[in-house]
Every structure is written in structure tokens, then in C-alpha cells.
């Protein structure tokens, strides 16, 4: 696709360019035809449009037009005031980006106050599991899906990932705190600014040579890349905890779902491709996340920063060949060796042979005298991996970048 085409389509802002861009790029594309259908979705309609070709109409031309004024470090500096859900907007703001913001952090009608009331019962009990598979299944997953890896590489952030992680992981935390979406909560701000700050990289990547160069897309961060990295959080969490036999209440796995699927409308995916069911969000995995995981020279070294990050939150235990072999328990063989972990000789049997009864005894379906030493450092491991991964991220400002990664 050439110049004008890729300019046409973010004029386009996405949904108009998607018809007509499936005409021009289908051939690279006929391995990974869209068949989801929207009548599993929250909205339960849709027009069926690839969403490959879909991304965010309204936020992307704005932007694209905040960053060529040269506007963002005002905006971003006014915009570290802007922390709670119930916070006004700081004045100062340019008009059409306020004017945004306010339809932007609105709530969509179909939010379920009471279901995200039962969320927070459910992040409550299972925080502890809910910070180490976002780390490490869903962080590491990330190294995995070729365009993120690579969008985040070559992006602004890519160059100091420390900041980035945690960054990203602020995101984890404000969804699981009791006051998410409420005045008080911070993850309608954190949306919205995600929001932005994917709009930004939309419009900056393209113009990054190293990126162009390795990038199979024109643009990044499509509807369906969203709902790639979407999957890559809550449904793998579910599908883990499931697999170990968390016992989960219906209401409660229902209501985190409801949680994720309100954060996907309120980063800009449309709600004819947010799955309405965990049923529907596993198929829809199984179509645009299981086949395109790969690994890239990009992911690779993100994940070795990645596992190097408990080096300086507990030398000792949370070191590098612990967060390796977790990963190799948590995403398997395949991924482990794509992204050159190696073989743990203490860890990798311990995890696979202890790890389900450590579940088990911990959600009391075993006795406890059963208990061996090595289930109550499994305890402590998961303390330390979830304070890295989530309650480190409090005080972070998300800001919009206004450069791709210095080469
Ligand atoms: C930034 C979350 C999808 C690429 C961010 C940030 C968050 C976030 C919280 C702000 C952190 C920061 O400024 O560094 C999410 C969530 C997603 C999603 C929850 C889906 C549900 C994607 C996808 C891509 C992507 C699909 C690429 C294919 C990026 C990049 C940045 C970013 C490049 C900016 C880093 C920079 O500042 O340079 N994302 N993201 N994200 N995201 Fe996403």
C-alpha cells in the first residue's frame, strides 16, 4: 500500500477506509479472514467489517492534529492534574480535544453498576493471581504478538521499558481497585489517556524508518490488534484460572468480564467487536490471538527487560530464571524456547508438579496439613510478583508521546 493510500485511510479515520482498504491489502491478509461474528458482541450487531481496518475515527484525525500544532507538552502538563474519574477537565485545554474528552469519558449506557460492584469482590479475592498473570502471562504474551512487540519497540516508550511497564501495568491496577469506574477511580482517566496516547502512536509510527522497515501494517494498533492484546489479559486470566480450578462464582467471572469489556470501550474498540460471553471472547482468541503469536527480534528484547525487572524489586528470589520459569509454566515449551528461556532445573518441575495443589490448598479444596514449605513460597513469590507488576504502578502519569524511539 502506498503513501497516498495509508493517508487516505487515516483521513478516513478508519471505518470508511475499511471497505476499501480490504480491496487493496486482501491478499496479504487471506490467511486471517474476520468470521467473528457481532451478534456475540455487546452490541449484538455489527457490520461485519475486518476490524483490521477499523481504528479509532475520532480520536486519530484530533491527535494527529494536536501533535502537528505542537501542542502535546502543554497538554500533557495540564493533563497530570487530570487523575479521578470525577474530576473536571483542566481548563487550558484546546477546545476540540476537550470537546473529546468529555464525550469520551462517558460511560456507555449498557455499564452494569452492579456488575462492577461484584468485579471488585472478585479482584478483591483473586488480586494475588490477577497481578502475576498480568505480569506473566499476559506481559510476556505481549513479547509474542509480533505487532505490539514491535509498535512498543520502536515507539517513544520502547526506549526506557521500566517506565513503560509500569506504565502499562497502572492500567491493571486502576481496573482492579474498588473504585474503578466510580468519581473516586482512576480508570476512565487512564482510558481515556490510553485512548490518546494510541491515536499519537498511530499517527508517529509511520513516520519511525525502523519501524516501517520490519512492520507488516501501514498503520498500527487497529480494532482488532486492540482485541489481540485484549485477549492477551482477561481471557487468558480466566483460561488459567479456570485450568487450575480456581472456583469462580458465575456472577463473579460475569462481572469481570463486564469490567474488561467496558475498559475495551472506553480505550475506543467499538462494541460489535467486544465479546458478550467468555464463550464468545475464547472463540474470538482462538481466531485473531492463538495463530498469530510469533516471535521477533523486537519481543525478544522486551522479554529479556522484562524478566530482568525483579532484579531490583528482590535480588534474592524474584530473579531472573524464577520469572523465566514461571513464564515457561504459564504460556509453555513453544513460547519459552521463541523467547530463549532457558530450562530451569529447580523451578520448571517444582512449578509444574507443586503448582495446582498450591491452588488447591490455598482455595481450600485440600487440607491443609497437606501443605509441603514449597507451597508457602509459592505465596510469597506471588505477593512479590504482584506488587511489582501492579501496586508499583500508582503514582504513574500517562502521557502522550510526541517522537517514536530516539534511533
Ligand atoms: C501505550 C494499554 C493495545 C501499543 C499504552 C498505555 C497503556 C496501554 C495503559 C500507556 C502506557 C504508556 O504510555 O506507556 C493497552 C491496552 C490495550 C492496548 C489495555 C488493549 C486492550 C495496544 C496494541 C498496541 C499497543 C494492540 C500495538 C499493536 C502501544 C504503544 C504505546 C501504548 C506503542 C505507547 C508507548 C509510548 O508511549 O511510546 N497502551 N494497549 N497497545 N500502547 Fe497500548
Known amino acids: 500500500m502506498g503513501e497516498l493510500s495509508r493517508r487516505n485511510m487515516l483521513k478516513a479515520g478508519g471505518t470508511l477506509g475499511a471497505l476499501g482498504a480490504l480491496?487493496?491489502?486482501a491478499p496479504a491478509q487471506a490467511h486471517s479472514a474476520w468470521t467473528w461474528a457481532a451478534k456475540g458482541s455487546v452490541a449484538g450487531t455489527g457490520a461485519g467489517v475486518d476490524?483490521?481496518?477499523v481504528w479509532d475515527e475520532e480520536a486519530d484525525p484530533l491527535v494527529a492534529s494536536v501533535l502537528d500544532r505542537g501542542d502535546v507538552p502543554r497538554v500533557n502538563e495540564l493533563l497530570r492534574t487530570w487523575t479521578k474519574n470525577g474530576q473536571p477537565l483542566p481548563a487550558g485545554l484546546p477546545a476540540d480535544l476537550r470537546d473529546f474528552m468529555e464525550r469520551a469519558r462517558r460511560l456507555p449506557p449498557w455499564a452494569d453498576q452492579r456488575k462492577l460492584a461484584t468485579a471488585v469482590e472478585f479482584n478483591k479475592k483473586r488480586g494475588l493471581y490477577?497481578?502475576?498473570?498480568?505480569?506473566l502471562a499476559s506481559g510476556m504474551m505481549s513479547t509474542v504478538i509480533p505487532k505490539e512487540a514491535r509498535a512498543v519497540y520502536y515507539s517513544q516508550g520502547g526506549a526506557d521499558m521500566k517506565d513503560r511497564i509500569s506504565k502499562t501495568a497502572k492500567l491493571g491496577?486502576?481496573?482492579?481497585?474498588?473504585d474503578a469506574y466510580q468519581p473516586d477511580g482512576e480508570m476512565i482517566v487512564t482510558c481515556v489517556k490510553t485512548r490518546l496516547v494510541h491515536a499519537a502512536v498511530r499517527h508517529l509510527l509511520p513516520q519511525s524508518p525502523r519501524w516501517s522497515e520490519v512492520a507488516e501494517e501501514e498503520i498500527p494498533i487497529s480494532q482488532r490488534d486492540m482485541?489481540?492484546?485484549?485477549?492477551s489479559l482477561p481471557t487468558t486470566v480466566m483460561q488459567k484460572l479456570t485450568a487450575w480450578k480456581v472456583p469462580i462464582p458465575a456472577a463473579e467471572s460475569g462481572a469481570f468480564l463486564h469490567s474488561w469489556?467496558?475498559?475495551a470501550h472506553m480505550l475506543g474498540v467499538k462494541d460489535e467487536y467486544i465479546p458478550a460471553s467468555w464463550a464468545e471472547a475464547d472463540a474470538q482468541a482462538e481466531?485473531?490471538?492463538t495463530p498469530v503469536l510469533a516471535p521477533t527480534a523486537e519481543g525478544v528484547k522486551l522479554a529479556d527487560?522484562?524478566?530482568s525487572l525483579g532484579s531490583s524489586v528482590d535480588a534474592g528470589i524474584l530473579s531472573k530464571p524464577i520469572l523465566g520459569a514461571f513464564t515457561r509454566f504459564l504460556l509453555g515449551d513453544q513460547i519459552a524456547v521463541w523467547l530463549k528461556i532457558p530450562r530451569e532445573p529447580i523451578w520448571d518441575p517444582l512449578l509444574n508438579t507443586a503448582w495446582k495443589p498450591f491452588v488447591a490448598v490455598r482455595e481450600g479444596l485440600l487440607p491443609f496439613p497437606l501443605a509441603p514449605e514449597s507451597y508457602w513460597l509459592f505465596d510469597e513469590l506471588l505477593r512479590k510478583a504482584a506488587l511489582l507488576f501492579l501496586s508499583e504502578a500508582r503514582p504513574i502519569s500517562i502521557e502522550i508521546p510526541d517522537s517514536n524511539r530516539p534511533s
Open 305 to 307: 527487560i522484562l524478566l
Open 227 to 231: 482485541m489481540v492484546t485484549w485477549h
Open 23 to 25: 480491496s487493496i491489502a
Open 130 to 135: 490477577l497481578g502475576v498473570l498480568y505480569g
Open 51 to 53: 476490524p483490521r481496518w
Open 261 to 263: 469489556q467496558l475498559g
Open 287 to 289: 481466531q485473531v490471538l
Open 173 to 178: 491496577y486502576d481496573i482492579g481497585a474498588h
